[in-house]
């Protein structure tokens, strides 16, 4: 269990490598660490060298925190995230979106490959993150309550900030794609997800599917932050197509249309400047 000190320690020490106080922080999911590349005047540290975080053994996630200027918002980029299925603690999961916070960090920007469980969707989409469903069993702000982080009993009637996904939106469109909104189902993986349990999403009002995000904005919704989700849809979900699945087709998918992703997120990134 990560402690409120180990927070400020892993703060304080990236607080020393990082003027001027990041404005926007990025989770960037498999695959789309290529984000990071666009960063100007970029720092950039190992996970290993920051103070209690763990390490990152997922292929696609490389493991890194990335920190510089882009159109003059000063960011910092989480090149992967760490997963309850990996064996981590879920506050080990969030301690980028704690150390965040205690950096003053307001604005987050999610992301994720997902699996499309809404049969409109087809791999390469990039979906808006209307709401999501926690079935990973487990919730970060389980345990003894630290008020300084938050309140006991946080609002979650809008994890993902309605003005800035209607700016995401208006965005996409203006750069000819698809609008899309969707729900995000979170489940603890790592093995994918049964025909049946994809029926049940369905049925229960998911549109995508993974297995991840929805810790990191509890934590966020918590900690007061504005969040903005993104996944991209990498592969149908089981059953929706007669596939197997294989991580391996995701990260191809996810590096397919990693320079669209790229687009959409800087522009997102320059308008928070104007």
């Known amino acids: ?8 320690e892993a ?6 490598c990082m003027p001027p106080e990041p404005v926007l922080g990025l989770i960037l999911g498999s695959g789309l660490g290529r984000f990071a590349d666009r960063i100007e005047n970029s720092c ?3 996970y290993e060298e920051i103070p209690h975080f763990p390490i ?33 603690d879920v506050s080990q999961v969030t301690l980028p979106v704690r150390v965040m916070q205690r950096l003053g960090i307001k ?31 487990v919730n970060p702000l389980r345990g003894a309550h630290e008020d300084r982080l938050g309140p006991r009993f946080p609002d979650m009637s809008q994890v993902f900030c309605p003005r800035w996904r209607q700016k995401a939106a208006g965005i996409i469109g203006d750069l000819g ?14 093995s994918y997800e049964t025909p049946a349990e994809i029926r049940y999403l369905r049925h229960i009002g ?47 998918v996810a590096d397919r249309i990693g320079e669209r992703f790229c687009v ?11």
């Not at 490959?113 to 969707?121: E, F, I, L, M």
């Open 1 to 8: 269990m990560i402690t409120y000190e180990q927070i400020n």
């Open 11 to 16: 703060a304080d020490f990236l607080s020393i």
């Open 44 to 46: 950039v540290i190992s």
């Open 56 to 88: 990152s053994t997922v292929p696609g996630h490389a493991g890194c925190l990335v920190y510089g200027m882009l159109h003059g918002v000063a960011i910092m980029a989480f090149q992967g995230r760490f997963h309850y299925y990996e064996g981590y």
């Open 107 to 137: 604005k987050l920007l999610v992301t994720n490959a997902a699996g499309g469980v809404n049969t409109q969707y087809v791999p390469g989409d990039l979906v808006l993150l209307s709401d999501q469903i926690n079935l990973t069993g």
């Open 177 to 190: 794609m698809k609008v899309l909104e969707g729900v995000y189902a979170g489940l603890p993986g790592p």
């Open 206 to 252: 998911a549109d995508l599917v993974g297995m991840s995000t929805v810790h990191e904005v509890i934590a966020a919704q918590h900690a007061g932050m504005e969040v903005l989700g993104i996944s991209c849809v990498t592969n149908m979900a089981a059953g929706v197509l007669e596939q197997r699945l294989s991580h391996d087709d995701v990260m191809e």
């Open 264 to 274: 959409v997120v800087e522009e997102i990134v320059r308008q928070i400047s104007d």
